[in-house]
C-alpha cells in the first residue's frame, strides 16, 4: 500500500471520529440548540460532494471517509430539525 494512501486513510479516520462525540452529546441530551443548522447544511454539503469526487478518483479513504462523515452530519441535521 502506498504511504501516501495510509496517510489519507488516518486523516480520514480523524476527521470522521471527530463528528463522533457531537452526534452522541446531541443525541442524549436531545438538544442542538447551541449548533447552527446553517452551518451543518452547508457542510453536508460540501461532504457529499467530496464524496463524488473521491467516487470519480476511486478513493476507498475518501469514498469511507465521507461517507460515514456525511451520515453523522445528517444525524446532526435530523437531531437539529426534531429537537428544534
Known amino acids: 500500500m502506498d504511504p501516501f494512501e495510509l496517510i489519507g486513510y488516518a486523516a480520514a479516520t480523524l476527521a470522521t471520529l471527530a463528528f463522533v462525540p457531537q452526534v452522541v452529546k446531541s443525541y442524549r441530551d436531545k438538544s442542538t ?6 452551518m451543518y447544511l452547508v457542510f453536508f ?3 457529499v460532494l467530496w464524496l ?3 467516487i470519480h478518483l476511486e478513493s476507498m ?3 469511507i ?3 460515514i462523515t ?7 441535521i435530523i437531531l437539529k430539525i426534531k429537537h428544534k
Open 61 to 63: 479513504p475518501m469514498i
Open 70 to 76: 456525511a451520515l453523522l452530519a445528517l444525524s446532526i
Open 45 to 47: 454539503t460540501g461532504v
Open 33 to 38: 440548540k447551541d449548533i447552527s443548522l446553517v
Open 52 to 54: 463524488i469526487y473521491g
Open 65 to 67: 471517509a465521507n461517507t
